[in-house]
């Protein structure tokens, strides 16, 4: 019952083809994790989508294993999740690495208002979104940014704005307000060239303004960019490991404590590392390749994958996830909390600019129109696969969390949702 993305035109049916032709096929049916009321619920909700898998559901076993509830906003939907979370933390004691967040899509402000609730509850959290891009990372930004100003030769003069947003990530406690303020003081692009001041130079009202607690650590950033300048230029990557490691890791600055900031760092590290071993015999004498790089991320061309990013599992932390990425990791948990349960984003499948993933197939017949038809039975089975995909990797409980309206306000009626409701429905009938 795999399969859960079809695209390109992928044929599973040829590679299940494969078994008429072994003298042995085994089949295992019997799974490790889920408990019985698990695989209730995952019977259930494939039977409402049209899409039978195994014996018939026994509703009442589902009690037991399911949670959810239903809140008019999104807002409130978020505050209920985070404080089943902290409830199940705190008074029943299961561990933050046995708790998974998924949604259909993690948008950067979703995955925001979830780990700020989450770190103002003190519990750890921590995110994976593989498909996000290498430039879409804040500590990506604030990197590149500092790497323009430290090679002016390059001839790359970030904006303002972008120097600002750097200074932010790169000195702890300096707010957004404040960074605009130093960015307006030390920055100016003279001859086509970027060049920082001293705070040393800044007038003493604005320097309190600033305060001096965070001007002597801009100071130490500032001095430590002139020292580089005016020795020999690196490479890099070993520029980017040296900033790190003696400025930006020390304490009083942002990646100090941020844990998912230096994982963005070893990955934009390794990113230049790869692209220098590619790229240094091909490109030209006298081209710069860290100039090369940075402007092929800010064009969007680099956006690597990353094996580290699936192996590394800290030990105690709240996983937010898109529900794919979550099957791909294959990594069973105790809970799983399921957001948005009536957005559409559950039940729709992934479009190929190129090519339809079953008109293309071998066993599409040749000649024959994809229909509306068409189209809802392939979502209906895609979602039928996700959702047992998911309790198949549950052990004790999933929480449904629903709200009347979507992160932009539209009311929501998906197949998903339908499907949940036509669930319950059964369940009261069952119990009566």
Not at 274 to 303: C, H, N, P
Request: glycine share 8%; charged share 25%.
């Amino acid at each position: 019952d795999a399969g859960y993305r079809r695209f390109l035109g992928a044929d599973p049916e040829s590679g299940y083809a494969l078994a008429d032709i072994c003298d042995e096929c085994i089949t295992f049916a019997a799974s490790l994790v889920t408990s019985s009321g698990l695989e209730n619920l995952g019977r259930a909700l494939a039977h409402s989508l049209g899409r039978p898998v195994g014996e018939k559901a026994q509703y009442p076993q589902i009690r037991s294993v399911l949670r959810y509830e239903s809140h008019h906003y999104y807002p409130q939907m978020l505050d209920w999740v985070v404080d089943e979370i902290a409830t199940l933390v705190r008074e029943e004691g299961v561990s933050p690495g046995e708790i998974v967040v998924l949604a259909p899509f993690m948008s950067d402000a979703l995955r925001f208002s979830l780990m700020n609730r989450l770190e103002h509850r003190g519990i750890p959290s921590r995110s994976h979104r593989p498909s996000r891009a290498l430039r879409d990372e804040p500590a990506t930004n604030c990197l590149l940014t500092l790497a323009a100003l430290a090679h002016p030769t390059w001839g790359v003069c970030p904006s303002r704005a972008d120097v600002a947003y750097a200074l932010m990530q790169a000195i702890a406690g300096l707010d957004l307000v404040r960074a605009q303020l130093l960015a307006e003081i030390v920055y100016r692009s003279k001859d086509g060239k970027p060049v920082l001041s001293s705070f040393d130079q800044i007038n003493p009202m604005m320097q309190e303004r600033l305060t001096f607690a965070l001007g002597g650590r801009y100071q130490r950033l500032y001095e430590w960019l002139q020292e580089y300048q005016s020795g020999e230029e690196e490479e890099l990557d070993h520029f980017l490991a040296r900033l790190f490691g003696e400025v930006l890791s020390q304490e009083g600055y942002g990646f100090h404590t941020d844990y998912d900031a230096a994982r963005v760092a070893y990955e934009l590290i390794e990113s230049v590392r790869k692209f220098r071993w590619v790229t240094e015999a091909s490109i030209a004498a006298g081209g710069k390749l860290g100039q090369e790089y940075l402007s092929m991320v800010q064009d969007g061309v680099i956006a690597a994958q990353y094996i580290l990013g699936w192996q590394l599992r800290p030990e105690d932390a709240v996983l937010l996830a898109p529900a794919y990425t979550f099957l791909m990791y294959n990594r069973p948990v105790d809970i799983q909390f399921w957001l948005d349960v009536g957005g559409a984003g559950w039940w729709e499948r992934l479009y190929q600019p190129l090519t339809h993933p079953h008109v293309l197939s071998r066993h599409w017949p040749q000649g024959k129109v994809w229909g509306d038809a068409d189209e809802v039975e392939a979502r209906n089975e895609a979602l039928a696969r996700l959702i047992i995909g998911l309790l198949r990797r549950c052990r004790r409980r999933v929480y449904l969390a629903l709200s009347e309206l979507s992160e932009q306000g539209y009311e929501q009626k998906g197949a998903l949702l339908m499907a949940v409701q036509r669930v319950l429905r059964r369940m009261d009938g069952a119990a009566t």
